[in-house]
């Protein structure tokens, strides 16, 4: 009898730890998510946009490896190799600046897809979640679009028809994809349904910081600018206008957005927030603990200012040491080189417009977008009224003096087949045929090797 | 002569004892029936005894009905008989005192006739493992049982072997092998906590199949431990065991220059303070007096970083039994300093065994060791700066001296004084441990038994380290003025076993199966902090100042949870035909917490035959006592090289803004599985020439699959590289282990031993790609893993003392380009072994054991910083005199403006032969001393360790775990002389 009894008291000793829960062990220091409650949606949202303050996006990246390649900054003599195989257009596949931006890019990609890929197993439990789920759904498909561009910006073949490779559209989630070039056309086709759809889903009402969709449509009149579809350009920043973009702003509140105010108001359309934990996107033109400026202006750009009359000349540069750039000046000397990233703001979508209506033949439309901006920037501003040829170069010109330092000009140059000639430069290379290879980035050598179906770039 | 001594003496001796005695006769004879001549025959406890005669028939008149009776004979096995009531006749067989291959071992979850064993499995004795003065018993095992390679054995006290492979690495990661210490499944950091001489039988499971039982835990092979209880039969016994003994130092390969020397080198090279203040300087405008005076102090830094560190151990154990049940209890204590200054160990064990038989059917039993331990460790072991002691003896510069002239401190090369630092700062490691397991055993039917085995280890480490606000080293940290760092970890590893096992003998046929189940976990948790601004004189966490914005001081916080579970059935069956044909299987189901969700579940198998040949009808060779030849296949794996949340998606706390964000840390793998192994084995046991020489010789094939490696994937799926199994390695080798009786007499027993392995370790296949570079070695396939990966030296050019290199096409070139390296050997030795011998004459017993290893090369990185003028500002070899210094030298040391590049010139062979142990005993004959009542045995000995080495190597130390060698603490040269005393 008491045998029996032993043997159950051992059968009980088996049984109490022989079930599978014992083996999910869930980890005390990291969370696992399921994307069960809307909380996991907005914290994984939060990390998208944390994503674009990196150092390899947004934190440097993404405006400094255009700065480097164009014309507008010259290697100075403290330069020990900061952007020197960038700025000289001697990269190769090799490149970890390429394989950093790539790479960010793409995982900013994946946080989006996380919600997108999740978010139709969440059922709100009331009106107001359902709301607010749409609105973050919004933002995910919205940004994902915006990420895709910036990939397509730096690594998608030069467009001519549209039948060119651009990079891959990623949508989906898990670690044994091969993603595969698509064409511009398929990329662009992708991304404005993507952003149409974000506009539907978004809350109607303007947040600078938030991807809304002001920010969206002047994303699409900014994709139309690419695929020379000028009257979608037209319609698209009519759209962004009425969407909420602001006016244009005065000088003074135009000061404020660049100086130490770093101001969220005044003409921008959508900022990405920087914190002093993270990057400082200034110290790619000066870093004031180690009192080192590795690329100063250009001489040539600087001369296209009207010193005296225009606040981009006060807002940009600081000539009393060395020729400076301040656009992301911070606050120092607590916090020097914190600014905000600005990614889209009002003038852009008055240049993009005026740009369309030159090509569309509407010199008069163009000339009175463009008068609208050099008089906002310039006191006591009287157009000289170009037309023609003449209205392109002044165009292209205002571009280059509003947008400097903010990840546009190089594409620009690309866009219209012109080359880069370096007039004030420091540099081994001082010209880039409109037709070099070197426009376009060389897909990183790591993504090649590890994805089947990656194809690189001509010339790499 | 000895025998009529022995008569006489005996004879006189039983005068003594009339009072109720009975008679007891009987006869002693050896395992082969011969009678034994002039064996001693005693009773315990008393001066009665006598010997055997010519026909090995002795007499004896026993004071007590139930006295114990001892026999011994030099070079036997002694044994002791509680004599029955009334029992009045003994037949005696004393067996050789070398292993016999009929012994009893514990396999995985059952004790197992060695005859019926069908793979690879090795034993090692507690004599081999008592007294030996190193405080962690993994290192213990070395040359013990053939294919057990330890590696990386650091000298400072209280520290584990750093690696211990059984037949080569099997893993791209962790290779240790699984440990099993009464039950309980522990790592090998459990062994600085546990006594040795605890120990009563260790068994290595080597070859896949037997460890398949061990499924995915046992890739890297089985080391089973058990521990004392009370010997059946005996009464309570007490010993003390005491030994005490110095630890001086070992290395001293390297002559380094005096101060003189090394400051006309510095003249040389111009840079120090041989240039600096040199006559010969166009900057400097002094006489060569300050030069002369630095000439002239030659600070021994040996001396002063070496000590000679003192040993001490106090042992007391006593056991003893009732009807029911039995005990063993043991305290130790054990303090051992290192030979660096400032480094030593201190340990307290206390264990209590205990069994004890309810009635015929049940029983139980506890086993449980407690350990406190504190030691004060050297933080920059293996490490080329002035904080490593050891690096310290040999770079620090001859002209520097510990203190100025006026009491304080030199500061040295690099802002720091060692002694400064031992002096005023604290590195403490206190750890408590507990190791509990218990069972109960009941045989609910005939030949059915069921058991069940609960274990914990539970142990808490803490760590101090304590930076003097007034020492050196406090400039360095944040706030500079000192800082107090404590940690601590509690770790708990839980395993219980349930087994049913049934055994059944039908005529000639015998069954044995085994089913069981197990679960086993390990959970750590830690904490800890760093504070700054002590307060001078304060070494708690009262001297901290609480941090500000502004003072600097704000304390960091760390600290983590994490965990594994496993759970596992398993079955086991045996059958074996007329004790000469024997098959055994198994069969064992695995899942894991740390395995992804989609390979949650592993199965595991093991198949093997074995041939009892000696026991054939046919089996005649005169030579030849018993022969058994087997053959077995095993599936097992190993689950340690997998962290325990990789497979899964985890999150990170991140922000943007003043928002929190959640992101994405690291992808996981659902698929993420165990490191297969697969092997064969085939085994030939012999015992040959009347039972003296005995040999195991084995051949073995393992194949390790799905070896875990980060697989670099598309940036575009937003990661960059995904933990995968994906690679491929092969192992295969031979391993001998021969033991044999030289001699033997009356007086005198000779018996000596060999063990050897050879493994050929080839990586096969390294998934996505054929080869990767890991520091200055290389992986690749068809080559082993540690390969050094360096351009190939060709010597100096005479003409012009630069450096040659061979290039990838064989021609020289005094271009260092790093596109020219090539592999060379690895570090991991492919040949290892030892050779053992034991001589017992009289009393005197001798024993010694050499262990070895050849065909591995280490990068000698010690040679790299003192033959090289970039590092000028250490001292330098005295090789370095030989210098190339004008056309026609022919030397190996190239011009000193040459730039001095990585090599295989610091590759050097590292093939070794160390003489490890070296015991002397002397056995003191109780009973003849008249003392017999008060003690059972008293034995004195002396031993060293570590006593000599061979080698070609000019490191410190060929026996390192890594592909290079840098200044790591060497294992001691003990003596000890010791006292054991059995009451």
């Known amino acids: ?460 | 002569m000895k025998q009529l001594l022995l008569i006489a003496l005996s004879a006189l001796f039983c005068m003594g004892s009339l009072l109720s005695q009975q008679t007891v006769t009987g006869t002693v004879t050896d395992t082969d029936g011969e009678p034994l001549i002039g064996a001693s025959v005693s009773v315990q406890g008393t001066t009665v005894g006598t010997i055997t005669d010519l026909d090995g028939n002795f007499s004896i008149d026993v004071p007590e009905p139930e006295s114990v009776i001892v026999i011994s004979y030099t070079g036997y096995e002694s044994q002791r008989v509680e004599l029955e009531p009334g029992q009045t006749e003994l037949r005696i067989e004393l067996g050789a005192d070398v292993r016999l291959i009929d012994e009893v071992l514990v396999t995985g979850y059952q004790q197992q006739d060695r005859e019926r064993i069908t793979g690879a499995i090795s034993t090692v004795e507690s004599a081999r493992i008592e007294q030996v003065p190193i405080a962690s018993f993994d290192q213990i095992l070395q040359g013990r049982s053939a294919g057990l390679m330890i590696l990386g054995a650091s000298g400072q006290p209280g520290s584990t072997a750093s690696q211990v492979l059984i037949r080569g690495t099997a893993s791209s990661a962790s290779n240790q092998p699984l440990y099993i210490v009464d039950g309980i499944a522990v790592g090998s950091d459990v062994f600085n906590s546990l006594n040795p001489n605890d120990i009563e039988s260790v068994t290595v499971l080597k070859d896949a199949s037997s460890a398949a039982i061990y499924g995915a835990s046992g890739g890297n092979g089985v080391i089973i431990v058990t521990t004392k209880s009370h010997e059946r039969g005996q009464p309570t016994q007490f010993t003390y065991r005491g030994s005490v003994g110095v630890n001086t130092n070992t290395t001293g390969n390297f002559e380094m220059m005096n101060a003189r020397e090394k400051l006309d080198f510095e003249e040389r090279v111009m840079r120090g303070p041989g240039w600096v203040f040199s006559p010969n300087n166009p900057n400097y405008e002094g006489d060569g007096s300050i030069r002369d005076s630095l000439a002239n102090i030659n600070t021994n830094w040996r001396d002063e970083v070496l000590q000679t560190g003192v040993f001490t151990s106090h042992e007391l154990s006593i056991s003893g039994a009732t009807e029911q049940s039995d005990f063993f209890v043991s305290g130790r204590y054990y303090y051992e300093e290192g030979q660096v200054v400032g480094s030593d160990f201190e340990r307290g064990t206390v264990r209590f065994n205990f069994n004890h038989r309810a009635n015929d059917w049940l029983r139980m039993g506890i086993r449980s060791n407690l350990a406190v331990s504190e030691s004060n460790f050297i933080t920059s072991e293996g490490a080329v700066n002035l904080n490593n002691p050891v690096a310290l003896a040999y770079l620090s510069n001859p002209y520097d001296q510990v203190f100025l002239d006026d009491g304080s401190y030199q500061v040295g090369a690099a802002g720091r004084n060692f002694i400064e630092d031992t002096d005023l700062n604290e590195n403490i490691i206190r750890r408590t441990s507990a190791v509990i397991s218990s069972y109960f055993e009941a045989d609910i039917l005939p030949r059915l038994t069921a058991r069940t085995n609960w274990g914990v280890r539970y142990q808490i480490n803490e760590t101090q380290r304590y930076i003097n606000p007034e020492s050196l080293l406090s400039a360095t940290v944040q706030g500079s003025q000192g800082s107090l760092n404590r940690g601590h970890a509690k770790g708990l590893n839980l395993t219980g076993t349930t087994t049913l096992a049934y055994s059944r003998l039908l005529d000639v046929h015998e069954f044995r199966l085994m089913g069981g189940h197990e679960y086993s976990s390990i959970s750590s948790r830690s904490f800890n902090f760093t504070g700054f601004g002590l307060t001078s004189g304060l070494r708690t966490p009262a001297g901290v100042t609480p941090g500000t914005g502004d003072n600097g001081f704000i304390p960091t916080v760390g600290g983590a949870f994490t965990e594994r579970a496993i759970t596992s059935y398993f079955g086991e069956v045996n059958y074996t035909y007329d004790s000469r044909y024997n098959v055994s299987a198994s069969l064992r189901r695995d899942g894991s917490s740390v395995f992804g969700v989609d390979s949650r579940y592993g199965n595991f198998f093991s198949a093997g035959v074995s041939w009892n040949v000696s026991r054939e009808a046919f089996f005649n060779v005169g030579w030849l006592d018993e022969l058994k030849l087997a053959l077995s296949y095993g599936e097992l794996g190993s689950e340690q090289p997998l962290g325990n949340y990789q497979a899964l998606t985890l999150y990170n706390p991140g922000s943007y803004g003043d928002a929190t964000a959640l992101i994405p840390s690291t992808p996981g793998n659902p698929d993420l599985r165990w490191e297969a192994v697969k092997g064969f084995n085939f085994n030939v046991e012999f015992a040959a020439l009347s039972n003296r020489l005995f040999g195991e010789i084995s051949l073995y094939s393992n194949e390790s699959q799905d070896i875990l490696l980060d697989q670099r994937i598309p940036l575009t799926t937003g990661w960059r590289d995904s933990p995968i199994n994906a690679g491929d390695l092969r192992n295969r080798g031979i391993e001998v282990e021969l033991e044999g009786v030289v001699m033997r007499t009356p007086d005198f027993v000779w018996s000596v031993g060999v063990n050897y392995a050879y493994n050929d370790n080839e990586i096969i296949s390294l998934g996505q790609v054929s080869e990767f570079e890991v520091g200055t070695s290389i992986w690749r396939e068809g080559l082993p893993i540690g390969t050094h990966f360096e351009v190939e030296w060709a010597g100096v050019d005479p003409a012009t003392g630069n450096a040659l290199y061979y290039d990838l096409n064989g021609n020289i070139t005094n271009v260092y380009s790093s596109a020219n390296r090539v592999a060379h050997g690895t570090y991991i030795p492919p040949h290892n072994g030892s050779v053992f011998t034991d001589i017992s004459y009289r009393n005197f017993t001798f024993s010694a054991l050499g262990v070895f290893a050849a065909g591995h090369e280490i990068f000698n990185n010690q040679t790299f910083f003192i033959t090289n003028p970039t590092f000028t500002q250490f001292n330098q070899s005295k090789d370095m005199l030989n210098a190339w210094s004008q056309p026609g030298d022919v030397t190996n040391i190239q011009r000193l403006d040459s730039p001095r590049n990585f090599s295989s010139k610091d590759i050097e062979k590292a093939d070794f032969f160390r003489l490890r142990n070296v015991t002397i005993g002397y056995n003191f004959d109780v009973d003849n001393l008249g003392i017999g009542n008060t003690f059972r045995s008293l034995r004195v000995y002396a031993m060293g360790q570590n006593l000599f080495t061979v080698t070609n190597f000019t490191g410190f130390d060929p026996e390192i775990n890594n592909n290079i060698a840098q200044f790591e603490y060497p294992p001691q040269r003990t003596f000890t002389f010791g006292i054991d005393i059995g009451f």
Not at chain 1, 34 to 61: C, P, W
Not at chain 1, 256 to 266: E, L, P, R, T
Not at chain 1, 338 to 347: E, F, G, I, M, N
């Open chain 1, 1 to 460: 009898m008491n045998k029996y009894i032993t043997l159950l008291i051992l059968s009980f000793a088996v049984l109490f730890y022989s079930c599978d829960s014992e083996l999910e062990l869930e980890p005390n220091d990291s969370v696992s998510l399921e994307f069960d409650k809307l909380e996991d949606f907005e914290l994984t949202l939060n990390g998208v946009y944390s994503s674009f303050t990196a150092a390899s996006y947004y934190g440097e990246l993404k405006l400094a490896m255009e700065a480097w390649a164009g014309d507008d900054l010259k290697i100075s003599p403290q330069n020990n190799g900061q952007g020197a195989f960038i700025h000289h257009w001697n990269y190769t596949s090799g490149d970890q600046n390429t394989e950093a931006i790539w790479g960010r890019i793409y995982t900013t990609i994946f946080r989006a897809n996380l919600i997108i890929n999740n978010y139709e197993g969440l059922t709100p439990e009331d009106d107001m979640e359902a709301q607010r789920l749409n609105e973050i759904v919004s933002q995910a498909y919205g940004l994902r679009a915006l990420a895709h561009f910036h990939a397509y910006m730096f690594f998608g073949e030069r467009y001519n028809d549209g039948s060119e490779l651009a990079v891959p559209f990623v949508t989906e989630i898990g670690i044994e994809q091969n993603p595969p070039r698509v064409t511009t056309n398929e990329l662009f086709g992708q991304l404005k349904s993507d952003l149409n759809q974000a506009i539907e889903l978004a809350n109607p009402n303007f947040q600078v910081k938030t991807f809304g969709p002001a920010a969206m449509y002047t994303v699409l009149a900014h994709i139309a600018l690419f695929e020379r579809d000028w009257n979608g350009v037209v319609t698209h920043v009519n759209n962004a206008l009425d969407a909420g973009a602001p006016g244009l702003a005065d000088a003074s509140t135009y000061l404020s957005m660049w100086n130490v105010q770093d101001i969220d108001g005044g003409e921008n359309i959508f900022k990405i927030n920087f914190e002093p934990t993270n990057a400082r996107i200034g110290n790619i033109f000066y870093i004031p603990s180690l009192d080192v400026g590795y690329y100063w202006v250009t001489d040539d750009l600087l001369q296209l200012y009207d010193q005296d009359n225009d606040v981009r000349f006060e807002a940009f540069f600081d000539l009393s040491d060395f020729p400076r750039v301040i656009k992301y000046v911070g606050s120092p000397p607590a916090n020097p080189n914190v600014a905000d990233a600005k990614v889209y703001r009002t003038s852009e979508l008055y240049l993009m417009r005026a740009e369309a209506n030159y090509e569309l033949g509407n010199d008069g439309d163009a000339l009175a977008d463009l008068d609208a901006v050099r008089s906002a920037r310039i006191e006591g501003f009287s157009s000289p009224g170009e037309t023609g040829g003449d209205l392109f170069d002044a165009i292209v010109t205002e571009r280059r003096k509003e947008l400097a330092f903010e990840s546009r000009r190089f594409f620009d140059m690309r866009r219209w087949n012109m080359p880069i000639d370096r007039i004030d430069c420091t540099a081994n290379s001082c010209f880039l045929e409109n037709d070099n290879h070197r426009f376009v980035f060389p897909i990183p050598e790591a993504e090649v090797f590890a994805n089947d179906e990656m194809v690189q770039n001509p010339g790499y």
